[in-house]
């Protein structure tokens, strides 16, 4: 169950990665090649990062768990996944929408 969640994820970072690398040849859509790169690299990043958190300091504290807190554990770690996800994404967005502005490229409608 704890690489299963990873296993979805890489492949939808790669695919919004190249997709972000395409639109970087059209002028039109150039503007939103960040945002593609951006959000879902940053988002991928802090997803890791926070879920090995969890994964790494959980037991730690607090050694061997019961039976009704495992489940509260493998909810934790599903929930960093999707904060991580969240967080990051908020940052990419906003990196990426500072990126746009120092080279000035906005939207073309």
């Not at 988002?43 to 039976?67: A, E, Y």
């Not at 554990?73 to 967080?87: E, K, P, R, T």
């Amino acid at each position: 169950m704890q690489g299963m969640p990873f296993f979805l994820i890489v492949p939808a970072w790669l695919f919004l990665v190249l997709i972000g690398l395409i639109l970087l040849f059209f002028r039109k859509a150039r503007f939103l090649s960040p945002y593609f790169i951006l959000v879902s690299t940053i988002g991928t990043i802090v997803s890791l990062i926070l879920s090995t958190l969890v994964l790494w300091l959980i037991p730690r504290f607090f050694g061997d768990l019961g039976s009704i807190a495992r489940f509260a554990f493998i909810a934790l770690y599903l929930a960093s996944i999707a904060l991580g996800g969240i967080v990051g994404g908020l940052g990419g967005f906003l990196a990426a929408r500072k990126i746009n502005k120092r080279y000035q490229r906005t939207s073309p409608i």
